[in-house]
């Protein structure tokens, strides 16, 4: 398995809006998902897409979350992000696993869905 896909890890923007409250999102709420955002807020890396594993999914559906795929990225590239672009769809990153190759990490993700997961 090559890291064949291309995904960008989102930084959160975080916002206030008119009476003061405090929202963030992986993009510009105001926006529209494009390159010059990608540029902008998003870190391209090379990423192994990989299925779920069973266990991994029972787990983390008890308690209310929903993992679709995993990525596998080194780990020099990820910096403690909370969200993914892959294929104009924007994931939440669930959690963490360190594989036995420790220049990689594996990203566990759920697919967004809203206003700004599409």
Do not use: H
């Not at 930084?11 to 409250?21: A, V």
């Not at 696993?97 to 594996?106: E, F, G, L, R, S």
């Amino acid at each position: 398995m090559e890291y064949s896909e291309i995904i960008y890890l989102l930084k959160e923007d975080i916002e206030e809006d008119e009476i003061g409250n405090i929202t963030s999102s992986p993009y510009l709420s105001s926006k529209k998902i494009t390159e010059i955002n990608k540029n902008l807020y998003g870190n391209p890396c090379y990423a192994k897409k990989q299925s779920v594993k069973v266990k991994e999914f029972y787990n983390a559906v008890e308690v209310g979350k929903n993992p679709t795929c995993e990525f596998v990225v080194k780990r020099l590239n990820y910096n403690g992000e909370n969200y993914l672009e892959w294929n104009n769809e924007i994931y939440s990153i669930i959690r963490t696993v360190d594989p036995k190759n420790k220049m990689d990490i594996v990203l566990v993700c759920e697919r967004k869905i809203g206003i700004n997961g599409k």
